[in-house]
């Protein structure tokens, strides 16, 4: 029972001292993390898109803000209180609002405030560039009222003062827990750089002890305590005083960095073993060897930091600026691997989208010739009539609604072999061939192909890979207008996504094209196939900033298109045999329309571009005729030899804010020739259901490469 009650008592005064201790705080820092505009004017940060911000501060907190080139300032200091060392300031002073902090010629600002005031303030902070320095870092720093804190090496320093304290006193008093700070243990100050000291010069500005004696060997100054306690630092002449003194017949290894007032340390008086800090006056920051209990010295300076454990609060952020205009700027925007693969995976969406408009058709006219018809589907042999108003009875009605007749089924209440003429004459498209070129579509086939494909394409050259979803309806109709020649009309309908490398940069394409195609045979196995089309897609864009993926950039943008293809074709047939030789061209013009992105202050503006696709290609297609049930199931084999004849294109952008600053990027075509390798198998059922699967993929000869899975099915009606 005695000994439960002692547990009892342990753990009651646990709880009495963990809630009587100080806050504990978990503070955070909201900062933008990338900035690239031209800052020959002041620019706020909250332009980014992200403003400034602390929290978890229940206290008053001090903000300091440095610039590693350029000059920062806020425009608010409502509330604020002055701090020494920032803004000009020499001394603290919470009754002066730092009206300083809102000059235009600082590089660096401090001020203090409660959470809400200096968060402000902190909506208020801009940047203007010096002019000649393009990357500058800007880095932030938050913490609790009562230390000044180092951005450069993350410590923390605080003066105390104490009237005639000996050195012996405040070494032991920088290391109690009475003068712990943040949860850390602190350590009388050790100066090892130049940074480090002039920080302490300006910041702290007292004359104080420092951690450094040679109270162990004469003339070998050590620092005694903190993350370089052991270290010596100076080794003392003898006699004359200064440093690099030679000790029991070896030389001192001194640390790089020594501030000693001249011809210090000299012992001037028995017993000067102990270092301290000017704090005023033209030696202030310099140093000297005092007695231990030199009554000239009424302070020490406590450094945290580099001890091991973490500060229970502090905030700290950093934001890189390119400043567009500066003389030195070797920033080019296209630097950025997703504004890149955004660009080059528009080109290939739209050369995609051509390839796409004009093998349809050409597989239709391929098709036509393989089969030796061009025959629709009988009514009578269906033995039944098609009722557009049920949708249920035939699928294709509701497609035939939509597409063609427009929700206008007054006229024509039934798709049957009497009425089949007038209902093709009443077509929209079948009126524009007649006004237009009067053409009379007196028995056209129509005919549909549903198109699923996924592709990816690999590159190598250590750009973005692209990932692409494609669903696309091709419409047509077609008829034999002489003897040997078939000519049609096709209407494409594409949506078609791509996802540009691992961050999210997406392209959301909806495209439309209308082909007119013909084909014309000089003997039974002898043809020729050719196109124009016309298309148009416009593009929903999502680009990820690389350097900051919390900065998502959106637009849209149109494309024209121009494009034909000639095909010149050899068929051979054999028993169940048949094989296709053919030679292709193509040439197409993208025309892409200018455009601006929306986000903030990292927008892109696009002018216009021509992207000019040409290739010839050489190939030969074997396909199998094996008959089953309900048709006839066809496996083949493609493989077709393409030469690349595209020029480069060029892609001219410059930063919304900076519109005087030009950037160009050159999509090259960085392969001249590539081989295609397709295989898959049709099956054509009795009922005229034309149905396709293959896969290909396309190798260039700078090893990039493109797979696609692609699946068909058409059918006349």
Known sequence: MKFLRLKFYFLFFFLISFLNCKTVYSASFTFPSTLTTNTSDFVLLSETGTTPSVSGFSTDVLITIVATAGYVKITTVTGLEQINGYCGYTADNSSSEPDNCTDDNRSEIGFEGTQAEVNTALATLSFKGDGSTSNVSITASATPTGAAYNSSNGHYYRAISSTDIDWDDARAAAKSE????????GYLVTITSEQENDFIADKISVSAWTGGSDSETERVWKWMDGPEAGQTYTCQKFGVGGTGGTISGSVCTEQSYLNWNFGEPNEYVEGENYMHVYGSGVRKGEWNDYVIDNTNVDAYIIEY???????????????????????????????????????????????RFIYNSTNSVLERMEWYRTTKKNDSIKFKDLGLSIDITNKDTYPYAKLLDVYLLKGDIKKEQKLSEENIEKF?????????????FGLIPRKWKIWSSGYIKKGKIKLKTGKENQA???????????????????????????????????????????????????????TRSTFIDSLIGYGYINNDLKRVEQADTSNILTGNRDIKQYFTSIKFNKIINKNNFTSLLFGRGDIGLSKFDSFTESGNIQALYFEEQNLISRSISLGTLLKYKKKINKGHLLPYARIEFFENFSPNSKVKASYVSDPSTKYNYTIKENYSNSIKFEVGFDLNLIDSWYLSTSIRRLIKNNKDFENEFAIKASRPF
Do not use: C, H
């Not at 009475?178 to 243990?185: D, P, S």
């Not at 078939?486 to 999210?504: C, K, N, Y």
């Open 468 to 522: 692409f979803d494609t669903n696309a309806l091709v419409i047509g109709m077609d008829k034999i207008i002489k003897k040997n020649t078939l000519f049609g009309i096709a209407i494409r309908i594409e949506d078609q996504d791509t996802d540009v490398g691992p961050l999210g940069t997406t392209i959301r394409s909806d495209a439309n094209s209308i082909t007119v195609y013909s084909s014309w045979y000089k």
């Open 424 to 436: 093709i004459n009443d077509l929209p498209l079948s009126k524009y061939l007649k006004n237009e």
């Open 178 to 185: 009475a003068q712990k700070f943040n949860g850390l243990t």
């Open 305 to 351: 930091g580099g001890m091991g454990g973490t500060a229970t609060v502090s905030g700290e952020a950093t934001i890189t600026i390119t400043s567009t205009e500066a003389s030195d700027n070797t920033f080019d925007v296209f630097d950025d691997k997703q504004l890149v693969g955004i660009v080059e995976g528009q080109s290939e969406s739209s050369k």
